[in-house]
């Protein structure tokens, strides 16, 4: 189970920004292809993104905005365990590329109405492009490509009373 919460806007304008690298040569073979005799597989992963927020009108009406990419070059190698079949398969053994893309979207506009109560819209896209399901014993022929596209809206309203909570 994953909860997640979003912050909101504030009476201040504000934003970040984040970027996150990973090189194949900062990570080892494994010991397998390693006793096979191939390439160490490349694994790159660059994940960036950031957030702007501030208000609408003052103490009241406020948003957020973000953005998230995230790009990984992958590789995946394919072998036979009967190495005496290799010359019959050789153009489909080796190592292969196997990519992921990710974008994300999050918009969210809160409305303060008074002191016990707050109303939040929000919005999500996500849209993702993946390679999978080969290595090993399955050919890179054999992968399928996923894509994935996630829209969702969520309205909310929540309402603070002297002795409860209602969130609908």
Do not use: C, M
């Amino acid at each position: 189970i994953i909860t997640a919460v979003t912050s909101s806007g504030a009476n201040d304008f504000q934003g970040n920004f984040f970027v996150t690298y990973q090189d194949t040569d900062w990570i080892s073979q494994n010991i397998f292809s390693k006793r096979r005799g191939e390439d160490k597989p490349q694994l790159d992963r660059l994940q960036y993104g950031g957030t702007v927020s501030g208000p609408i009108i003052e103490d009241r009406v406020h948003f957020l905005l973000s953005y998230e990419r995230k790009d990984e070059t992958r590789s995946n190698s394919v072998f036979l365990n009967q190495t005496q079949y290799t010359p019959l398969f050789d153009d489909q053994l080796g190592t292969f590329e196997q990519p992921f893309e990710q974008d994300l979207f999050f918009g969210k506009l809160s409305w303060q109405i008074n002191d016990r109560q707050i109303v939040d819209l929000s919005a999500t896209y996500r849209t993702e492009a993946d390679i999978r399901d080969f290595g090993g014993q399955n050919a890179a022929s054999r992968a399928n490509q996923i894509n994935n596209d996630t829209r969702s809206v969520v309205l909310r309203h929540q309402y603070q009373g002297d002795r409860f909570l209602n969130v609908f």
